[in-house]
T-cell receptor, first 114, second 109 residues
């Protein structure tokens, strides 16, 4: 079974802190994605990557950056956390050629910025 | 904004079939229709996908209208474990998708 793991289930940070959310997949997937999920807004795509060192902006990239130095790891970075970035963050991965089809999601990180 | 339209919520009795509808009014000819579901406190999981033909797998069936403007996810016998939020999405060639708010399915014992 594909496994996508995220570094923390719950995280509390202060406004202005630099925050790293880590995602690791163990199935040699080419494509990886970061979403945030908020009540009433569904899942919104922040960034995605279809290869090592490649990244593409999603629908809401402002205030975020990403890093993909190794194929299995995709990091989401909040350079200066703000309270409006309090949310559930979900990472996903998929095989090449499947595009965004058959994405495998991690359990999510619930981030609270105070 | 989400490209698809789904009812906010639906109810079903346990062991009854459930038909979850989705409208794809702006779908392009090459977009695949995907369904995911999200159980409480978990990340979404892939359910099924199709392009033009109806599809079946161990989890569900997917019926796609001939004009592709609508699709229906069919759970043949709902169980309490099927209570979840169900998302239909359109997946094109740029590997970018937009999830909407989905349909919250409640299964009544």
């Amino acid at each position: 079974d594909v496994k996508v793991t995220q570094s923390s289930r719950y995280l509390v940070k202060r406004t202005g802190e630099k925050v790293f959310l880590e995602c690791v997949q163990d199935m040699d997937h080419e494509n990886m994605f970061w979403y945030r999920q908020d009540p009433g807004l569904g899942l919104r795509l922040i960034y995605f990557s279809y290869d090592v060192k490649m990244k593409e902006k999603g629908d809401i990239p402002e205030g975020y950056s990403v890093s993909r130095e190794k194929k299995e790891r995709f990091s989401l970075i909040l350079e200066s956390a703000s309270t409006n970035q309090t949310s559930m963050y979900l990472c996903a991965s998929s095989l090449p050629g499947t595009g965004a089809r058959e994405q495998y999601f991690g359990p999510g990180t619930r981030l609270t910025v105070t | 904004d989400a490209k698809t339209t789904q009812p906010n919520s639906m109810e079903s009795n346990e062991e009854e079939p459930v038909h979850l509808p989705c409208n794809h009014s702006t779908i392009s000819g090459t977009d695949y229709i995907h369904w995911y579901r999200q159980l409480p406190s978990q990340g979404p999981e892939y359910v099924i996908h199709g392009l033009t033909s109806n599809v079946n797998n161990r989890m569900a069936s997917l019926a796609i209208a001939e004009d592709r403007k609508s699709s229906t996810l069919i759970l043949h016998r709902a169980t309490l474990r099927d209570a979840a939020v169900y998302y239909c999405i359109e997946v094109g060639g740029y590997q970018k998708v937009t999830f909407g708010t989905g349909t919250k399915l409640q299964v009544i014992p």
